[in-house]
């Protein structure tokens, strides 16, 4: 079942066609793509590749987050606690699966109900049972939200993969002497800098 829209029908296979549109227009080869999707091709080695490799999937991953890669923690002394995320933000996901998956979840739903346009997005008896129930365990500054978003940065081979808390990452190149103009220099810096560490080796900066 469609829907109809101005760009042409929205169908069940609209969602895949994106998915893999957007990872090849993003620099993901074919084989990436569908290591991430799970697809396997008619080439006989694929039969004995695994198709659970760790960097591809990861890159892919990366590409699929519009806007970048991110993770959702708790600002410190705020009141906010995971036993208040699992009652009041996602008590509905908790039942059905575990509580790793209700949690991170649940922070992200926490940080777009704080967001500036957080009450135009999210589904008014949510808003207000959480909004309510925060007002009553809420400490410090309510103009700060109380989940911090903080951007990462992927990178790695086929058999390792690591993920880049991309503030510390800001600090370190700062540390080192190199000037970031962007959130791309600082991603081109980081994926430098990440290699050459696995390596054990140092960047020298001329």
């Known amino acids: 079942m469609g829907f109809s829209l101005t760009d042409g029908p929205l169908g069940t296979h609209s969602m895949r066609k994106?998915?893999?549109?957007?990872?090849?227009?993003?620099?993901?080869?074919?084989?990436?793509?569908?290591?991430?999707?799970?697809?396997?091709?008619?080439?006989?080695?694929?039969?004995?590749?695994?198709?659970?490799?760790?960097?591809?999937?990861?890159?892919?991953?990366?590409?699929?987050?519009?806007?970048?890669?991110?993770?959702?923690?708790?600002?410190?002394?705020?009141?906010?606690?995971?036993?208040?995320?699992?009652?009041?933000?996602?008590?509905?996901?908790?039942?059905?699966?575990?509580?790793?998956?209700?949690?991170?979840?649940?922070?992200?739903?926490?940080?777009?109900?704080?967001?500036?346009?957080?009450?135009?997005?999210?589904p008014e008896s949510i808003y207000d049972r959480v909004t309510m129930a925060f007002a009553s365990v809420r400490r410090g500054d309510e103009n700060l939200n109380p989940i911090r978003k903080i951007p990462l940065v992927v990178t790695g081979n086929d058999g390792q993969v690591y993920i880049v808390n991309l503030l510390n990452g800001l600090s370190q190149m700062k540390g080192l002497g190199i000037m970031i103009g962007n959130q791309f220099h600082l991603q081109f810096w980081l994926h430098i800098h990440v290699h050459f560490t696995l390596y054990g080796k140092s960047i020298k900066l001329d």
């Open 18 to 122: 994106f998915g893999s549109s957007h990872c090849r227009k993003n620099g993901c080869s074919k084989d990436e793509k569908d290591y991430r999707g799970r697809w396997k091709k008619a080439r006989t080695s694929d039969v004995y590749d695994d198709i659970e490799l760790p960097y591809p999937d990861a890159k892919v991953c990366d590409k699929l987050c519009i806007g970048g890669p991110c993770k959702y923690v708790i600002r410190e002394n705020c009141g906010l606690s995971e036993d208040f995320i699992l009652q009041y933000v996602t008590p509905n996901i908790k039942k059905r699966f575990p509580r790793e998956v209700a949690l991170i979840l649940g922070y992200a739903l926490m940080w777009v109900i704080f967001s500036p346009n957080g009450k135009d997005v999210v």
